[in-house]
């Protein structure tokens, strides 16, 4: 069975910082890998999705993802915070069912 | 906007009660979903329709059932609630064949 794993439930940057969101998924087959990001009272919004065509996948926002076959990883990157990126953030896997890891919440300090 | 539409977007209702959630994919999109996001269990996948079809199941109570119209529209129906049914209820839809799901602004549902 396919599972999604967020590491920390919550992050902290600086403005202007790396923003590092990691995410492992456990499965036999890579299958399609997405990230989606959620603000207050809002639904999720598709920041971007590795559907085997590149390693690594350039989203919305600045965002990027790269996947690692051999780490079973696709963590989200963006070289500089913004305040506007303060939002939870969501790894998710599957074909035709995704399932989503537990959510990243990410803080932005002035 | 999205293109998903969910509605009501709060409910507020008591123990026992019976609500039905409604979702609208977008335009296009043949394939709905549904999911519950509370505190502690996150996003969980409840149901999958495909067309009118159920496609696929996920933690879904008995208590719940769902169906997709020929108009493609989804109804979401929550039975005999309880506290613990109180979350945050989305609606997604996708094309044919999976890219990522388009997500509704979803409905908040408080049992009292």
């Known amino acids: 069975a396919q599972s999604v794993t967020q590491l920390g439930s919550h992050v902290s940057v600086s403005e202007g910082a790396l923003v590092l969101l990691r995410c492992n998924y456990s499965?036999?087959?890579?299958?399609?890998l997405f990230w989606y990001v959620q603000y207050p009272n809002q639904g999720l919004q598709l920041l971007l999705k590795?559907?085997?065509?590149?390693?690594l996948v350039k989203g919305i926002n600045g965002f990027e993802a790269e996947f690692k076959k051999s780490e079973t990883s696709f963590h989200l990157t963006k070289p500089s915070a913004h305040m506007s990126d303060a939002a939870e953030y969501f790894c998710?896997?599957?074909?035709?069912?995704?399932?989503f890891g537990k959510g990243t919440r990410l803080h932005i300090l002035p | 906007d999205s293109g998903v539409t969910q509605t009501p977007k709060h409910l507020i209702t008591a123990t026992g009660q019976r609500v039905t959630l409604r979702c609208s994919p977008r335009?296009?999109?043949?394939?709905v979903y549904w999911y519950q996001q509370s505190l502690d269990q996150g996003l969980q996948f409840l149901i999958q329709?495909?067309?009118?079809?159920?496609?696929a199941k996920g933690n879904i109570l008995e208590r719940f059932s769902a169906q997709q119209f020929p108009d493609l529209h989804s109804e979401l129906n929550l039975s005999s609630l309880e506290l613990g049914d109180s979350a945050l209820y989305f609606c997604?839809?996708?094309?044919?064949?999976?890219?990522?799901?388009?997500f509704g602004s979803g409905t908040r549902l408080t049992v009292v």
């Open positions: 997604a839809s996708s094309p044919t064949g999976n890219y990522g799901y388009t």
């Open positions: 499965s036999s087959v890579p299958p399609y």
């Open positions: 590795y559907t085997s065509a590149a390693t």
């Open positions: 998710a896997a599957g074909d035709d069912k995704i399932i």
């Open positions: 335009s296009g999109d043949l394939s």
């Open positions: 329709y495909y067309n009118g079809e159920e496609r």
